[in-house]
């Protein structure tokens, strides 16, 4: 493998090749951690949405419900669903 390879013994090192290397690494490094940024703040804003969405028309549902429906069912157990389950969700 090593026979097949140009390396020349005492010869120098190409230091602007090095370099245009690293700049793109850099490059590469920097557009890398740029897209996380964003996908990550545009995940976090969907997320929120669809949270407040759902806090909204849960909100909605509850108030069309009928009275008897919280005599039957405990307070706890609606309290339950209506932040546990979301908080799942998002």
């Avoid at 097949?4 to 290397?21: C, E, H, N, P, Y």
């Amino acid at each position: 493998m090593l026979s097949t390879m140009r390396i020349k013994i005492g010869a120098s090192v190409d230091f602007t090749k090095f370099a245009l290397l690293l700049l793109w690494v850099a490059v590469i490094y920097l557009l890398n951690f740029m897209l996380r940024s964003i996908f990550g703040w545009i995940s976090v804003r969907i997320i929120s949405d669809v949270g407040r969405t759902l806090r909204q028309k849960i909100e909605e549902k509850l108030w069309k419900l009928p009275l008897s429906y919280f005599d039957k069912t405990s307070c706890g157990k609606i309290m339950s669903k209506t932040t546990n389950d979301l908080d799942n969700i998002t």
